[in-house]
């Protein structure tokens, strides 16, 4: 068994273009991330006005592909610095950016971002930082669950981005990574990702104040997370974090019925637990995401992946309210309860160390 294995090697997501905000430069870190972009050769082209325009196409197909290459750096809007509460993941939501480059059929973005899906990367980290402290102690979701209590005031970095599929480019993970490892409190910055570029991660003093979850569903799946790491490099990524000292955990999302889901979920868990065999001080977590949608994420997703044979037929699942009073539609309550049955119990047998943190 190898204690000390190398990072993955990965591909790392290019921009054809990255376009810079005049305000984006007006902090530190928004300067930083531009020589970033310079240094590796990616065209930058400095905007005139801090509006993105000229994104949208005619053509759909062209409008996404075109947003799918570009790199954005802006400054966050003042929405951005007012936290909200994310349950059941964390006590509030830190948005580093807005978007990513994969390509997943089923991205959960899809009901969520308006417009072409470009990645913005917000320039104006350092009040994105600034204002956590206010809200340490002051967290209503996991801190107020008994279970989840000890994790401390938690922070979810991974709602409306994947910030590891970006951190090459930005650095914005790396440097929050590092405030948390500073706070001496009981904080935790958590983020979940499809992606296994980890090395520059490694090294840094996290305090072990950051979960890296790592997002994995069944091999049969796979066709539907274009653009991201493999499994395979993704659980070595968090072994190597484990071994660095990270908390980590899996997300399993989103679960889907598969064929012979029991077998492809059982499979998966077994490769979790190969990946962090031998893992010294493992601090392990689960969380299980069903697969869901929405009219509007339906909509979004068939234009976006017209080819996909992702099964999304309304009439197939049951409906549900969501909180902003709109429907959305989960797996029929019989096959839930099932599949909750099964993997959970896989779980518990594979990888006994895991707390599952919440099934939804
Ligand atoms: Fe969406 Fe996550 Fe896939 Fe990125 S990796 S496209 S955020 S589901």
Redesign the pocket.
Known sequence: MNLHAPPPRTRLWMPRRALVTPAALDHAHGRAVAARLDRLGIPVERLRSNRLTGLRDEDPRRAYAEAKSTLALVVAPPAKLTLQPIPPSADWRIDLAE??????A?????GSLAGPPVTRVYANLDEILGVLRDHAGAGRVTSADAVRAREGTTFEA?C???PL?IEHLTGSLSATIRHFGAWDAPVQLRF????AAVGALLGLDHGRRTRIRI?VNAAPAARY????DPLAARLAAMRVAALAGYPVGLTI??ILPVPDWREAYDALLAEAAAALAGVPDLDLTAECITHRFTAKSKGVLEGWYPGSDLPMRAEERSRKRTKFGTEKYVLPQELMAAMRAHLTARLAARLPAARLLYWT
């Open positions: 978007g990513c480059p994969a390509h997943c089923y991205c959960y973005l899809a991974s409306y981005t994947d599929g979940t990702t499809k992606f997002s997370e274009g653009g991201t999302a989103p």
